[in-house]
Each structure stands twice: as C-alpha cells, then as structure tokens.
C-alpha cells in the first residue's frame, strides 16, 4: 500500500518560512520523482516543484529563488523549503510521487499553507 504523508504546513507571516516533508512508503523511493503542487480555493491544482531519481529539480517560475526542493533518500522523504512567502503562497499543499518503474502516479492528503498576517 503506498503512503504520501505530509506535514510542516501551517499559518505564516508574510516573509516567513515554513518546512514542508512528505514521508513516502510503499513506492522504491530511489527509482521515483518526486514533487510538490497546490491548489488554492478556486484554482487548479499547479505545479511548484520536482524532482527526479537523480536529484535533478525543476521549479515553476512564480517560486524560482524562494522555495527549494529536496530528497532524502535514507529517510525515504522529500522536503520543500519555502522562503519569503507570501498571501499568494496560501494553498493546500500536495506531494506526488511517480514511478520510474511503471509510471504509477500517487498523491498525498494533502497540507494546508496559510499566509497571512
């Protein structure tokens, strides 16, 4: 049974920063990218972030330079370091997984992300 796990959201000030993980089990860690999306109220889910099996990120332009994503492959974990955030940022925050091996897509529940003062 495949499990995404996330947590690390939360309420933030404007500028602030919040460190969003994502455990993952079930799926071969090291053979799938990994990223992050989000979805605010009456929007699409979009991208924010990837990255592959070998370490390889991609960003969308409206996080280039504030938010940074990484691996863990030890812990089987994926992070998202989200620096100066700001109103715009808030949205319910989701991991995703793809396989290498198949090509199977999972998801997480999903973290809310506040951005207010």
């Known amino acids: 049974q495949v499990q995404l796990v996330e947590s690390g959201g939360g309420l933030v000030q404007p500028g602030g920063s919040l460190r969003l993980s994502c455990a993952a089990s079930g799926i071969i860690f090291s053979r799938s990218a990994m990223g992050w999306y989000r979805q605010a109220p009456g929007n699409q889910r979009e991208l924010v972030a990837t990255i592959t099996s070998g370490g390889s990120a991609n960003y969308a332009d409206f996080v280039k330079g504030r938010f940074t994503i990484s691996r863990d492959s030890a812990k089987n974990t994926v992070f998202l370091q989200m620096n100066s955030l700001k109103p715009e940022d808030t949205a319910v925050y989701y991991c995703?997984?793809?396989?290498?091996?198949?090509?199977?897509?999972?998801w997480g529940q999903g973290t809310p992300v506040t951005v207010s003062s």
């Open positions: 995703n997984a793809v396989t290498n091996y198949g090509g199977s897509n999972f």
